[in-house]
């Protein structure tokens, strides 16, 4: 289960945390992602915290966000950093368990001043 949290209404420029709470798994080794899906458009990855701390980003998003894990509360997080307008969207949590992806509920991000 991945219960996402934090999202809302942030002003151009702000700033904004994510969390994702993850149960149900072995959370450590697996690969933690967060995707989001803007108005009128595709899902897209957006980063990924892989189980041995390697991160990966999608380039409209490098250097403003950073994504992290606490193996301990089984929690990844996307710290947003100066969002900008078209960072508005849906925003999800998603692993792969065992060839299965698994997605959380999705968290509103409105990037509007």
């Known amino acids: 289960q991945l219960q996402a949290s934090g999202g809302g209404l942030v002003q151009p420029g702000g700033s904004l945390r994510l969390s994702c709470a993850a149960s149900g798994f072995a959370f450590d080794r697996y690969t933690m992602s967060w995707v989001r899906q803007r108005p009128g458009k595709q899902r897209e990855l957006v980063a990924g915290a892989h189980s041995g701390g390697k991160t990966n980003y999608a380039d409209s998003v490098k250097g403003r966000f950073t994504i992290s894990r606490d193996n301990i509360k089984s929690t990844v997080y996307l710290q947003m950093n100066s969002p900008k307008p078209e960072d508005t969207a849906v925003y999800y949590c998603?692993?792969?368990?065992?060839?299965?992806?698994?997605w959380g509920q999705g968290t509103q991000v409105t990037v509007s001043s």
């Open positions: 998603y692993v792969v368990v065992n060839a299965v992806g698994y």
